[in-house]
């Protein structure tokens, strides 16, 4: 069983193309999250969702559109790709249970913009 | 506004060598702290964590003590192998509640030589 499942694995486009990643998660958690990380190994969180509505917007530029239909799904929408958009991509969901708050992480998403 | 501060890397070892990866944070409150591992081409995986001063994270022969005196999470492993070279990144939870999100340290790449 996967527990954060995302689609694509990996996406290879041209400059100024709209693409969009997917993520789910069968975990039953309330909270998702979408983390980047860049080339040099560096992740920063991009956004997070609760219960499908946005609760995290890390100053991440308006191109990029997360989409939360329920909370399962947390999808994320990317306009006008630019050079700097190539990273990889990682969705994560939150629990809460157990006494400790933890994230788990989907298996990535690299994406390549020529 | 609370950070994550991780040894720089490359490390390289021999196998059977004793490890330590150190990890040290800045947060106001009382943040959990987390050890996640990421094997070449693979995503994010959690490998231990620790909500509370004083407690010890350990999985896999991996250990880390929240050591709130000395704001450290230092990860160790009294024997390495081969098959745990990856990158390691130390984490902490920002702050709890909805709002929260996981700030990382910029990883350390471990690689362990037979």
Known sequence: DTAVSQTPKYLVTQMGNDKSIKCEQNLGHDTMYWYKQDSKKFLKIMFSYNNKELIINETVPNRFSPKSPDKAHLNLHINSLELGDSAVYFCASRTMTGGADTQYFGPGTRLTVL | ?114
Not at chain 2, 23 to 32: H, L, V
Not at chain 2, 58 to 74: D, L
């Open chain 2, 1 to 114: 506004g609370n950070s994550v501060t991780q040894m720089e890397g490359p490390v390289t070892l021999s196998e059977e060598a004793f490890l330590t990866i150190n990890c040290t944070y800045t947060a106001t409150g009382y943040p959990s702290l987390f050890w996640y591992v990421q094997y070449p081409g693979e995503g994010l995986q959690l490998l231990l964590k620790a909500t509370k001063a004083d407690d010890k994270g350990s999985n896999k022969g991996f250990e880390a003590t929240y050591r709130k005196e000395t704001t450290s999470f230092h990860l160790e492993k009294g024997s390495v192998q081969v098959s745990d070279s990856a990158v390691y990144f130390c984490a902490l939870s920002d702050q709890g509640g909805a709002t929260n999100k996981l700030i990382f340290g910029t990883g350390t790449l471990l690689a362990v030589q037979p």
